[in-house]
């Protein structure tokens, strides 16, 4: 049977709800949306931040109950770094593109005070990424691997006293760019009595600060009153292990102590399962939708707005993206027209100043040279003079020299005269 046909209606005129006088079909689609999402299968991004040795890998290999075969970090890395790996799964035929990324080195420097900002810019970098995808000409989202942060596990070191200082800075650095979910790790190493003061205090403090953790939605009916329950047990006390013990006829995973067993998926042990079926099995699509939805949006906006596109514009009327990316490239071109009157004004005047150097240089020189001139012809006459005096005091001399040559011979004849006489 033919369905009612919808007749589509100008924008501002009021939609008409009309029955269906029979099967048409589209109640398939959230059938076919299910088998797209399967067959495209789906992407999961979780960022471990804690201190080395906190039990983050071992936490992870029990969450995805495998081994991802992380290798123990260090404690003398000089800085934090961020490092990721990504893992294909499958679970019946669902397929699953995890990718843990862990803070190596994290909260092992003495200054400690920066220890937030590689993750920052490591979260921010993932935006980008997005972003630049998203902006391209020819983008092709649906390939592109989502690296952004979907859910950012806190390791809360478990010493009972409350949060050190380096878990609310970062915590509060990075609770509107993802979702925090704070956690205690290695739960077992603290008893029942001070668990339950610790989760309180942490509560407290985080409130205190004013720090937003990621809450389980409520807005749900079906899930509204465990997501409730839930959030009133964050932060989970979570225990981890890579060890399988025989319980009964079971094999458990689980930490095995001289005075006995503490088993992991036990509720009365610990929190990991809350956790699990709160972070993997329940709010999973939450947790992507929140990250794209506020986190992503919050980043593109910012980044938006730095670069100058607005929705509004100074009179308060909508713009489109146009109008403002024409009047940015009109801004653009008188700014780069005033640059250049700028540069050529300055290369004038700095032309004029070198002309004016050159021409100081020159008359300066020129007096050098007149000077020198002079005193070249004054010392020249000043050589003449001493010649033509030398020249005759020679003459003189040369005079002198003949009379006293006349003398002597006129001396010499007379007295040969005089001794023939006799
Ligand atoms: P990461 O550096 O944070 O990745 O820490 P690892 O997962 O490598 O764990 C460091 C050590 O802590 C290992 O010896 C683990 O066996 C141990 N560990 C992990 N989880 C727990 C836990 O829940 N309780 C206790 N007591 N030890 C744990």
């Given at each position: 049977m033919a369905a009612v046909a919808v007749e589509r209606p100008p924008i501002d005129e009021k939609i008409r709800t009309l029955k269906l006088s029979g099967h048409v079909g589209f109640d398939s689609l959230p059938d076919q949306l299910v088998a797209k999402s399967t067959q495209n299968g789906f992407t999961f991004n979780i960022l471990c931040i804690g201190e080395t040795g906190m039990g983050k890998s071992t936490l992870m290999d029990t969450l995805f109950n495998t081994s991802f075969e992380s290798n123990p970090a260090p404690h003398t890395l000089p800085a934090v770094k961020l490092k990721s790996h990504t893992y294909e799964l499958q679970e019946s035929n669902v397929r699953l593109k995890l990718t843990i990324v862990d803070t190596v080195g994290y909260g092992d420097q003495?200054?400690?005070g920066d220890s937030f900002t590689a993750i920052v810019d490591y979260?921010?970098?993932?935006f980008d990424d997005y972003l630049q995808e998203e902006?391209?000409?020819?983008?092709?989202?649906?390939?592109y691997h989502d690296s952004r942060i979907h859910a950012c596990l806190y390791f809360i070191c478990p010493t009972g006293h409350g949060l050190k200082s380096i878990d609310l800075v970062c915590m509060k650095k990075l609770d509107s760019k993802v979702n925090v979910i704070p956690v205690i790790a290695k739960a077992d190493t603290i008893s029942k009595s001070e668990l339950t003061k610790f989760k309180q205090r942490i509560i407290q403090e985080i409130k205190a600060n004013g720090?937003?953790?990621?809450?389980?939605?409520?807005?749900?009916?079906?899930?509204?009153?465990?997501?409730?329950?839930?959030?009133?047990?964050?932060?989970?006390?979570?225990?981890?292990?890579?060890?399988?013990?025989?319980?009964?006829?079971?094999m458990l995973r689980a930490r095995q102590y001289p005075w006995g067993t503490v088993q992991v998926e036990n509720e009365s042990h610990c929190d990991f399962t809350k956790l699990r079926e709160m972070?993997?099995?329940?709010?999973?699509?939450?947790?992507?939708?929140?990250?794209?939805q506020r986190h992503y949006e919050?980043?593109?906006?910012?980044?938006?707005?730095?670069?100058?596109f607005s929705d509004v514009g100074q009179d308060n009327q909508p713009v489109s993206f146009q109008q403002t990316f024409e009047q940015k490239r009109v801004e653009h071109r008188e700014e780069l027209q005033r640059k250049?009157?700028?540069?050529?004004?300055?290369?004038?005047l700095r032309v004029k100043e070198k002309e004016t150097e050159l021409k100081e240089v020159e008359k300066e020189l020129y007096t050098k040279y007149d000077t020198l001139k002079r005193e070249h012809a004054e010392e020249k006459k000043r050589y003449e003079d001493l010649k033509k005096r030398l020249d005759e005091e020679k003459a003189e001399f040369q005079k002198r020299k003949h009379q006293v040559a006349t003398q002597q011979l006129t001396s010499h004849t007379l007295t040969l005269g005089k001794t023939k006489k006799k």
């Open positions: 003495i200054n400690k979260i921010d970098k993932q902006l391209k000409i020819k983008r092709s989202l649906s390939a720090i937003q953790i990621y809450q389980f939605p409520t807005d749900d009916d079906t899930m509204a009153k465990v997501n409730t329950e839930m959030n009133n047990q964050i932060p989970f006390a979570v225990v981890g292990s890579t060890d399988f013990v025989r319980v009964g006829n079971k972070l993997i099995r329940t709010n999973m699509e939450d947790m992507r939708e929140v990250t794209h919050l980043y593109r906006k910012k980044i938006l707005e730095t670069m100058g250049e009157d700028e540069m050529r004004q300055t290369f004038v």
